[in-house]
């Protein structure tokens, strides 16, 4: 587990060389927009995550900033359905 989380931070330093950030927590809304892009399927997995769980802009950005760490901790360069699966899974669920 160690080597998989330096290992991530290594995929991180990299990403954000040249910036003022220095790991994906750091990242604000027009970094988001920049190192975390998702496909259509993703993106329509997120969309029925947000009206079915009545997220807010902000829990949208921290889901999608955990996808990136879960796909850097899986090796990926670019977050996959599985992984925006898998932070979704960790969001609170609100009771009525």
């Known amino acids: 587990m160690r080597a998989r989380v330096e290992a991530a931070r290594a995929r991180q330093h990299k990403r954000f060389a040249g ?3 220095q790991c994906n927590g750091d990242m604000g809304p027009a970094e ?3 190192f975390c892009a ?3 399927a993703s993106r329509s997995l997120l969309r029925a995550a947000m009206q079915q ?3 807010s802009a902000r829990a949208y950005h ?3 900033k955990l996808a990136r760490t879960i796909a ?3 090796g990926g360069d670019k977050i996959e359905t599985p992984h925006l699966a898998e932070a979704i ?3 609170p669920r609100k009771h009525a």
Request: aromatic share 4%.
């Open 53 to 55: 769980m009545q997220m």
């Open 32 to 34: 988001v927009r920049q």
């Open 62 to 64: 921290r889901i999608l």
């Open 72 to 74: 850097d901790l899986a």
């Open 19 to 21: 910036t003022n950030l």
């Open 89 to 91: 899974q960790y969001r």
């Open 38 to 40: 998702i496909d259509d």
